[in-house]
């Protein structure tokens, strides 16, 4: 994720207290802490006889005491949410999925792309790994770094829960929640091919979590190919098509998952378009110049050397980078000892 000035205009809130602010008369933007370089991750409750909760922040005792103690703010408690609805499978969105569902006994709603996962978090890496085994040791790192990384995802893993009464929303689906208001449900494929944004309608608010932020272009993360899919699916092509469809929902405030909510969504969303073309222009001149180079040579030159927990996010932008500009015509690949490599076309 990279930081760039921005075109999103912050909206004006009201703080009530150390980690709840006020967007307007009964959504809430609470602010659950995480031990990311991205700092605190933003759910969103909306009050009324039924509430709803959106996102739930990681997995873990300081996240539950932090929305108790939000929450009581307003006089409410976790036992009080009615549903919950999830925009993406990521741990600091959807990682203490299992322990508000037990506590509240709430319906939990997420994309069926992300019931697999969401069912179980540790049987879904498990079968996974052979995938990103054979990514990586393409990409030119060794069984090492691998090993390395599969340490990693066991530590990640501390951080999210599985959830086995999940319901499925999807395009076009809209709900009557939180005493009857209109939510309407739209696919943002791009930063997860999971990833789903929820327009509360009367009040023209759209909580995007990820997908838009205010200040952080968002990475469109690695993937392995996803069962529903004939072909691996390709996150910056599916991104820069839901950027689109995002800029013409009938919204007028982003309800981002990090950072204070914003207006402006149309310029927020050419705005990150423009960042990711850009991006995708790095990469082909790197290719242009170095033809032949591979993904982990991409990622030097294009980030430099970074911190072994921040070489998945660089790798997944390079991966779709490159992907873009294949869909594109304008590179090329081929594999040399199982190594894959690039060139102009």
């Known amino acids: ?41 933003n759910i969103y409750f909306i009050d009324g006889p039924d509430p709803v909760l959106i996102d739930t922040g990681v997995s873990g005792p300081r996240t539950i005491e932090s929305l108790q103690g939000a929450l009581a703010v307003i006089d409410r408690t976790i036992n009080d949410i009615q549903t ?49 085994r054979n990514f990586f040791l393409g990409s030119g790192f060794d069984l090492k770094w691998v090993n390395g990384f599969k340490n990693a ?6 951080y999210a829960e599985s959830c086995s009464e999940l319901q499925p929303v999807q395009q076009g689906d809209s709900m009557n929640l939180a005493g009857g208001r209109p939510i309407s449900v739209h696919e943002v494929f791009g930063h997860t091919t999971d990833h789903v944004v929820y327009v509360l309608e009367d009040a023209g608010i759209v909580f995007t979590a990820d997908h838009l932020l205010p200040r952080i272009s968002a990475n469109p ?80 030159d294009i980030f430099g050397k970074v911190q072994a927990t921040e070489v998945y996010l660089t790798l997944s932008e390079i991966n779709a980078g490159v992907e873009l500009l294949m869909s594109d015509g304008r590179i090329s690949s081929q594999l040399q000892k199982d190594i894959e490599r690039y060139s102009i076309l």
């Open 1 to 41: 994720m990279g930081k760039r000035p921005t075109a999103a205009q912050s909206i004006e809130e009201k703080k009530l207290g150390d980690r709840i602010y006020q967007v307007n008369s009964d959504v809430y933007r609470l602010t659950m802490p995480t031990d990311f370089s991205v700092g605190d991750v």
């Open 84 to 132: 919950l609805l999830i925009t993406h499978t990521h741990v600091d969105h959807a990682g203490s999925i299992g322990t508000i569902q037990e506590i509240s006994q709430c319906m939990v709603y997420v994309h069926p792309r992300a019931h697999r996962y969401l069912h179980d978090v540790d049987g879904w890496w498990q079968a996974s790994m052979p995938w990103f």
């Open 153 to 158: 995802r066991k530590i990640m893993c501390g």
């Open 221 to 300: 993360t690695l993937e392995p190919h996803h069962p529903f899919d004939e072909e691996k699916a390709k996150p910056l092509v599916l991104y820069r098509e839901s950027l689109k469809q995002t800029a013409a929902l009938s919204a007028e405030i982003a309800c981002p998952g990090h950072g204070r909510s914003f207006t402006n969504i149309k310029g927020r969303c050419e705005e990150i378009s423009q960042h990711q073309a850009m991006r995708c222009d790095d990469i082909y001149e790197v290719i242009k110049n170095k033809s032949g180079v591979h993904r982990k040579e991409l990622s030097l």
